[in-house]
């Protein structure tokens, strides 16, 4: 990757959407009348938003002119045969279902393959993911590598599975009782950090020995083939094109949400050879989504997504896309402010276990630190810690914690400059150095699946 100085981004601006900086004042009430829940602010009280890079993206002119391409027939519209051309092409799967957005897709998948007590494996599973396996009686298993956890160890390839964890459940639990493994490229949990080929490649042969079924959530597929390409022998001289080929050749098949490496504001689908797979997929796709042509979106939607998805795994874009990320990340630490590093593929992550020491998970600490962003500069961030990934036990009563306390500060795709960046450095540099008369949030409602979305918080 060149350095972010020799270079500008590799597009110019057609059209632009002004924001605004609410006053401080403004910001208090806001964030009061929110539940110091970032998911309650409306847009228009947000300055710059960091929320996620999820269906966020600026499409480019020709996926604006492709809207006006749509051919909006209920039953076979040309947009989706572009849409499976693109996929046979891109992922080498025969066989689309286009979803209303990821966890449309992951909704089929589980649905036709998870039964109670099977435990679904992974890299890390991302929250939907885990919901949806839940919801079917399942057990989703992450087994990242042990430095996948440890956000200041530096490794290339911090979302890799731990093989010989995955060893280990097979022998223990046996191919009955897994129905798929679950690869999720890049890592959202974990600070958007890929997985290795050589990784995937072993993982595959293990299931395959095994008999088990290995998909890939292909959400950020391309940035995941830039970082093999950058950092993992032998992948230099190839294109993203082929990396991602390669990458899909080790799986049965794909769930995606379109809303990140698509490039669309809206989308998904799932993918595979497997025609029996598809066929039975398909009846839960008719029923939960729409026909098998349509899958919830419209003709015009499918059209985007066929044209994002050959223009993501341009690798210029990926230079710049992932460059700003790095940019960022570059700045926090220059400001002491402890990251996940290397930083990964799609936003900053910051460790507030580190960041805040004198707080416990029970307070919420990341909760409180996105709270205290907004204040600081109208800056959204998303708490991905006890809210996001805790839970309540159902039969004790008691907090259950994840490993990571982190906030994530997750960059749209084409939408803010570098000057944005800075802003949002200045803005958690001037949290750092209050830090100490941070409190922590005390949880006042919560939902009993995917709770973060609509808990409500009083600060402490
Ligand atoms: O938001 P959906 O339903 O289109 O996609 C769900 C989903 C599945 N897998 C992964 C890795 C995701 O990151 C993901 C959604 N991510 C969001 C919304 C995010 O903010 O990261």
Redesign the pocket.
Known sequence: MRARSEYAEPYRIKVVEPIRLPSRARREEVLREAGYNVFNIPSQEVYIDL?????TSAMSDNQWAGLMMGDEAYAGSRNFFHLQETVRELFGFRYVLPTH????A?NILTTTLVKPGDRVLGNMH?D??EGHIRLKGGEPVNLVIREGYETATRHPFKGNIDTERLLGEIRRYGRERIPFINI?VTC?SNGGQPVSMANIREVSRIAREHGIRVFF?A??FAENAYFIKEREEGYAHKTIAEISREMFSYADGC?M????DALVNIG?LFATNDEDLYRKAGQWGIVYEGFLTYGGLAGRDLEAMARGLREVIDETYLEDRIGQVAYLGSRLIEEGIPIIEPTGGHGVYVDVKRFLPHLPQSVFPAQAVICELYLEAGVRA?ELGAAAFGRTDEKTGEQIFPKLELVRL?IPRRVYTDRHMDVVARALAAVAKRKDRIRGMKLVYEAPVLRHFTARFEPL
Do not use: I
């Open positions: 929320l996620t890079d999820s269906g957005q990821g966890r449309g992951e991302f939907t993911t999720t959202n959530d959400a950020r769930t949400s379109a809303k990140k998904g998303v997750a």
